[in-house]
């Protein structure tokens, strides 16, 4: 074998968390309707993101409440 694992499992317990909060990240900003691949490149580039999906989570709640 080539040392290369193709498969969607993680080898380490790092890898899991890091796949953990990605796939959470990536969720949430479906179920929002953010262009994931701009958001998390503004959380790598540093660059400041003006909402935060936490309050974009409560403005959706607040709009199916009313």
Same mark, same amino acid.
């Given at each position: 074998?080539?040392?290369?694992?193709?498969?969607?499992?993680?080898?380490?317990?790092?890898?899991?968390?890091?796949?953990?909060?990605?796939?959470?990240?990536?969720?949430?900003? %479906? &179920? /929002?309707?953010? #262009?994931?691949?701009?958001?998390?490149?503004?959380?790598?580039?540093?660059?400041?993101?003006?909402?935060?999906?936490?309050?974009?989570?409560?403005?959706? %709640? &607040? /709009?199916?409440? #009313?």
């Amino acid at each position: 074998m080539s040392g290369y694992d193709i498969s969607l499992h993680t080898i380490v317990p790092k890898g899991t968390i890091a796949k953990d909060a990605f796939l959470t990240i990536t969720q949430t900003a %479906i &179920q /929002l309707g953010i #262009n994931v691949f701009d958001y998390v490149k503004e959380l790598v580039t540093n660059k400041k993101n003006e909402v935060s999906l936490a309050d974009l989570i409560l403005q959706k %709640i &607040q /709009l199916e409440k #009313n």
